[in-house]
């Protein structure tokens, strides 16, 4: 069974930032490219960033470039996804999704992150 557990969300000031886990299982996470969705309340759900099954190759939306970096580490089957300088508009359930043949097929539950102004 395909698990993808995301933690590391909570409460932060803005300008802050907050490192993101996902703990994958259930799969050969090393062949497979993931990343980060998020959604704000009463928002479509939009993509923030994913990173290729070596990591060579990464993806950023526009309102997150140069503040968040995604990483892995194939050993631990662990997907990261660090985020500095935290804006209130960054407030949103994060997700972690798996990537096959061009459809993010799995989801996790979500990690909640809130930024106060």
């Known amino acids: 069974e395909v698990q993808l557990v995301e933690s590391g969300g909570g409460l932060v000031q803005a300008g802050g930032s907050l490192r993101l886990s996902c703990l994958a299982s259930?799969?050969?996470?090393?062949?497979?490219?993931i990343g980060w969705y998020r959604q704000a309340p009463g928002k479509e759900r939009d993509r923030v960033s994913c990173i290729s099954s070596g990591g060579g190759s990464t993806f950023y939306a526009d309102s997150v470039k140069g503040r968040f970096t995604i990483s892995r580490d194939n050993a631990k089957n662990t997907l990261y996804l660090q985020m500095n300088s935290l804006k209130p508009e960054d407030t949103a359930v994060y997700y972690c999704?798996?990537?096959?043949?061009?459809?993010?097929?799995?989801w996790g539950h979500g990690t909640q992150v809130t930024v106060s102004s």
């Open positions: 259930g799969f050969t996470f090393g062949s497979a490219t």
């Open positions: 999704v798996r990537k096959t043949g061009g459809q993010y097929d799995y």
